[in-house]
């Protein structure tokens, strides 16, 4: 009898370990186009990533460089101080969104370009995305806004 129960322990431990590792893959499996890495201008001029690679830039539109085309489709370069990036974007953009403005767009670098599928514009006078600001003080050019 002992060693029965024994045994039905060992089985029901193995199989949770089981059900464990098999939720952790699918977890895991699940995840993997959610997860997008964040990259300032400097580091995709230094290091582009692959045409395939889904990722987060963010910095400062630059000055002069915000051009509406014919229709929605929208041109403008992302800046960090250091490096800029050329980005596309086709869509409606954000109220907020404008030349000197931290933004963060979410795309593929193809050719050079950033082809943004999704664009994220600051929502108030102080706001900066963390990792826009992050960015912009490693580059020495970051300007904190008044009253912070």
């Given amino acids: 009898m002992r060693g029965l129960k024994k045994k039905r322990r060992i089985q029901i431990i193995v199989l ?15 995840m993997r186009d959610g997860i997008n890495f964040f990259r300032s201008p400097s580091q995709v001029v230094e290091a582009p ?5 889904v990722f987060r830039i963010g910095g400062l539109v630059e000055e002069g460089s915000l051009i509406r085309g014919q229709g ?18 086709t869509g409606v953009l954000p ?3 404008g030349e000197n403005q931290g933004m963060v767009g979410t795309g593929r670098l193809v050719n050079g370009t950033f082809e943004a599928t999704e664009i994220l514009a600051k929502h ?22 008044n009253g912070s």
Avoid: C, H, W
Avoid at 17 to 28: Q, R, V
Avoid at 136 to 142: H, I, T
């Fill in 49 to 53: 990533p692959g045409e395939a690679e």
């Fill in 16 to 30: 949770a370990f089981a059900a464990l590792a098999i939720s952790t893959a699918l977890i895991g499996y699940a």
């Fill in 95 to 97: 109220d907020l969104f």
């Fill in 124 to 145: 108030d006078e102080d706001y900066m995305p963390k990792e826009v600001v992050d960015a912009l003080k490693e580059q020495g050019v970051y300007e904190a806004p």
């Fill in 72 to 89: 929605k489709t929208i041109r403008f370069s992302v800046t960090d101080g250091a490096a800029s990036v050329p980005v596309t974007f």
